[in-house]
């Protein structure tokens, strides 16, 4: 057993890098276009990391790579983008908005927002099945509902809003101090 046929990598690491770089860059633009169900309860970018990592890391553990080098390069690549991405979103909330969905409005004053629904594929049905889920029978009960961005949903009723305080719901994010 030749242990350097196994850890010298069987291309460039330029051309690795690349390869990690332009797959994980495609599949992050295509799965943010696809929306926010498709990815179940989690997000957009976690599902893509735990996927292409999978993916990266089977192909130097089979040996349908020539060497684990090469599967560990495109991990390294694949996670690094991820922090990147992570990272720009957190620093320049303008980018946050490019690379991460926000919550989408399905309902506002009890009118359901059919742009949303029909964007989102998600029927009448659904919106109807997750309210029954908060104890609701109509829609004219919601002040607000949400897509959230990893899926879920979120109901706001009209009695909650009418019960909180004013201005309680409002939270000045960009401050350091509590």
Same mark, same amino acid.
């Given at each position: 057993?030749?242990?350097?046929?196994?850890?010298t990598?069987?291309?460039?690491?330029?051309?690795l890098?690349a390869?990690?770089?332009?797959?994980?860059?495609?599949?992050?633009?295509?799965?943010?276009?696809?929306?926010?169900r498709?990815?179940?309860?989690?997000? @957009?970018?976690?599902? /893509? &990391?735990?996927?292409?990592?999978?993916?990266?890391?089977? $192909?130097?553990?089979?040996?349908? !790579? #020539?060497?684990?080098?090469?599967?560990?390069?495109?991990?390294?690549?694949?996670?690094?983008?991820?922090?990147?991405?992570?990272?720009?979103?957190?620093?320049?909330?303008?980018?946050?908005?490019?690379?991460?969905?926000?919550?989408?409005?399905?309902? @506002?004053?009890?009118? /359901? &927002?059919?742009?949303?629904?029909?964007?989102?594929?998600? $029927?009448?049905?659904?919106?109807? !099945? #997750?309210?029954?889920?908060?104890?609701?029978?109509?829609?004219?009960?919601?002040?607000?509902?949400?897509?959230?961005?990893?899926?879920?949903?979120?109901?706001?009723?009209?009695?909650?809003?009418?019960?909180?305080p004013?201005?309680?719901?409002?939270?000045?994010?960009?401050s350091?101090?509590?």
């Amino acid at each position: 057993m030749n242990w350097s046929d196994w850890l010298t990598p069987s291309m460039s690491v330029l051309e690795l890098v690349a390869r990690g770089t332009i797959t994980f860059l495609l599949l992050y633009i295509l799965i943010r276009i696809v929306g926010r169900r498709e990815s179940g309860g989690v997000g @957009v970018t976690d599902l /893509l &990391v735990v996927v292409l990592i999978a993916d990266a890391a089977s $192909t130097g553990m089979t040996g349908d !790579s #020539q060497t684990i080098a090469d599967g560990f390069i495109l991990v390294v690549v694949i996670l690094f983008w991820s922090i990147v991405i992570d990272a720009l979103g957190y620093r320049f909330p303008r980018f946050a908005r490019l690379l991460k969905s926000g919550p989408q409005p399905l309902i @506002v004053d009890g009118k /359901l &927002v059919r742009r949303t629904m029909r964007r989102e594929f998600i $029927t009448y049905e659904e919106v109807m !099945s #997750q309210l029954r889920l908060q104890g609701l029978e109509d829609p004219s009960e919601v002040q607000r509902a949400y897509i959230e961005p990893n899926g879920s949903f979120s109901i706001v009723t009209k009695k909650q809003a009418a019960d909180e305080p004013p201005g309680s719901h409002q939270h000045d994010w960009g401050s350091d101090q509590d």
